[in-house]
């Protein structure tokens, strides 16, 4: 018995060396800490302090402009919970963003910026944040961004009727006005003290930019509890025809530099400024840029593999880069039957025609530059752009640009509205520093 005793002591004395060692290991590691519980996931204290230093590095020389620190630090976590929601909203929806597409995006953020992907990583590590960090990133945006065009697709709607009476109200005085907005949000099923409280709340903001104490701007980054608050709530142009109707009447009345507010809308109580007026006659030719390019195409299907395809792409891109005719090439190898025989010639097309992407590509060669191999659904591609021009898109496309302008105005409406609802249904939340829970999250 002794001696079980004895070996089972030293079993004790093992194991609380290696807790002790553990413990001293964990002391040396510093553990990122969790910032914000997001539903299923978290961000880490690692993740919102880089927000944090890119946010301050935009305001490098007006950091008098950014509230407070525990301000700006709920303001971007506030952005990050939204990312996160809308990101999961994409993936439950079935969106998808491929490992190769996503490649391909990078590859073209890199030659935009005239970087290697060497490079790119360079400049990355330099900013504190890895490439698989910023491959995430560049994921997120993409599966936003098609989760607001299923929305879109989904839930708005432009009647004939409001095409017309947007056309009329242009041809009644053609002009844009810059606007910018402070927002005290409310929640849905708003008490009535959390009513007052938020009414008391915008008339103190109110008070004190009325008394020279604060500009609008400045305001909006300290105390609007809108997206776009870091921005000094910019609302961008817009024609009267995107500004809500509850409003449309009274901007059309106000002069630049006016504050209108506080009232209550849909979101809470906010102050609206008209920043700016401008001109912008329907009369006045409205250009789209379009853009001539070739192309070459390799198909993923059943016979063909993404790693084949990418490979074959791959070996044409080199033939051309050393020296080989593009258009001969795209004779000989594109899989596009309705380009191949014109060597890849796509005519003049707006930047939009092969959708959002293939787009953006496009517009960021210049004349005569060939892409670098890209992904898209079809396939991979190679393009040269071998011109741009200004066109007048005349009277049928200006009513179809109004009638996307529209669209747009209801979609800003509609998406917030869903994102409040998204955020509204969450579970969130915020920590301190030290690990503890913040209340209001």
């Known amino acids: 018995m002794t ?42 204290h690692s993740e919102l302090e880089r927000a944090l230093r890119n946010i301050r590095a935009q305001y490098a020389g007006r950091e008098d402009q950014l509230p407070p620190p525990n301000v700006l630090r709920r303001q971007v976590l506030e952005r990050m919970v939204l990312t996160r929601l809308q990101v999961a909203r994409a993936l439950e929806s079935g969106i998808r963003v491929g490992d190769q597409e996503l490649d391909a995006a990078i590859a073209n953020i890199a030659a935009q910026n005239g970087l290697t992907l060497d490079q790119l990583r360079e400049r990355l590590a330099q900013e504190g944040q890895s490439l698989a ?10 599966l936003m961004q098609r989760l607001r065009q299923r929305f879109a697709q989904s ?48 008339i103190g903001i109110k008070g004190l930019i009325d008394r020279g104490e604060m500009d609008f701007a400045a305001a909006a980054v300290r ?15 817009r024609t009267l025809d995107e500004i809500p109707a509850a409003f449309a009447n009274v901007v059309r009345s106000m002069a630049p530099g006016q504050v209108f507010g506080p009232v209550r809308g849909p979101s809470g109580f906010q102050l ?11 009369a006045a030719p409205m250009l789209v840029s379009e853009f001539n390019a070739r192309h ?50 796509l005519g003049w097309f707006p930047q939009d025609a092969f959708g959002p992407e293939f787009g953006a590509l496009v517009a960021s060669l210049a004349d005569g530059g060939v892409s670098a191999p890209f992904r898209s659904e079809a396939g991979w591609h190679l393009v040269q752009r071998l011109g741009s021009r200004q066109r007048d898109v005349g009277d049928q496309n200006r009513r179809e640009q109004v009638r996307e302008t529209i669209g747009r105005r209801k979609l800003e409406d509609e998406y917030n509205r869903f994102l409040r609802e ?19 999250g």
């Open 422 to 440: 998204l955020r509204g249904d969450a579970y969130v939340e915020f920590r301190n520093p030290d690990g503890s829970v913040q209340s209001g």
């Open 223 to 237: 105390y609007s509890d809108s997206p776009n608050a870091l921005e000094g709530g910019d609302l961008g142009w």
């Open 272 to 282: 609206l400024k008209l920043v700016e007026v401008r001109d912008a006659s329907a």
């Open 155 to 202: 839930r708005i709607t432009v009647t004939e009727a409001e095409v017309d009476a947007a056309l009329a109200a242009q041809a009644g005085g053609g002009q844009q006005y810059r606007l910018a907005h402070i927002l005290v949000a409310l929640p849905e099923g708003a008490t009535p003290e959390q009513i007052a409280t938020g009414e008391q709340k915008i």
């Open 3 to 44: 001696t079980l005793l004895r070996r089972f002591a030293g079993s004790l004395l093992a194991l609380a060396l290696l807790v002790g060692a553990a413990a001293q290991a964990q002391q040396l590691q510093p553990i990122d800490r969790i910032a914000a519980v997001v539903n299923e996931d978290v961000i880490l």
């Open 296 to 345: 070459i195409l390799i198909r993923v299907d059943q016979d063909t593999t993404p790693e084949q395809a990418r490979a074959r792409i791959d070996a044409l891109a080199a033939r051309i880069a050393g020296g080989a005719d593009f258009a001969a090439v795209a004779r000989e190898a594109s899989e596009d039957a309705n380009s191949r025989d014109q060597g890849g010639d």
């Open 133 to 142: 960090e910023f491959r995430t990133s560049i994921r997120d945006e993409i």
